[in-house]
């Protein structure tokens, strides 16, 4: 049995700051893609970062680029995304996720394991 279960959500000010982590168990994800992915209230669900196997190749949504960076510890199981300079159009849902094979992929139908999700509100 899969879990990911994602901590580190919480009401943070405007251009305060966030780490997010989500612990994987159950298999090895040292070889899988993982990402992180948000939605928020009347929205579709978006991709935030996503991270290849190797941690080497990421992507980042225009929107986050320069204030999120995404990382992952293959040892432990565990994806992070750090958020910096926080705005209130990042208040959602944050939710991790994990597919088999390498590479980076954006599109939440490619990813076979999801976190519950942990929300992240910013104050403005």
């Known amino acids: 049995q899969v879990q990911m279960v994602e901590s580190g959500g919480g009401l943070v000010q405007a251009g305060g700051s966030l780490r997010l982590s989500c612990a994987a168990s159950?298999?090895?994800?040292?070889?899988?893609?993982m990402g992180w992915f948000r939605q928020a209230p009347g929205k579709e669900r978006e991709v935030v970062a996503a991270?290849?196997?190797?941690?080497?190749?990421?992507y980042y949504a225009d929107s986050v680029k320069g204030r999120f960076t995404i990382s992952r510890d293959n040892a432990k199981n565990t994806v992070s995304l750090q958020m910096n300079s926080l705005k209130a159009e990042d208040t959602a849902v944050y939710y991790c996720?994990?597919?088999?094979?390498?590479?980076?992929?954006?599109?939440?139908?490619?990813?076979?394991?999801w976190g519950q999700g942990t929300q992240v509100t910013v104050s403005s």
């Open positions: 159950g298999r090895a994800f040292r070889c899988d893609a």
């Open positions: 996720a994990a597919r088999d094979g390498g590479g980076v992929y954006t599109s939440g139908t490619q990813y076979d394991y």
């Open positions: 991270i290849a196997w190797s941690g080497v190749s990421t």
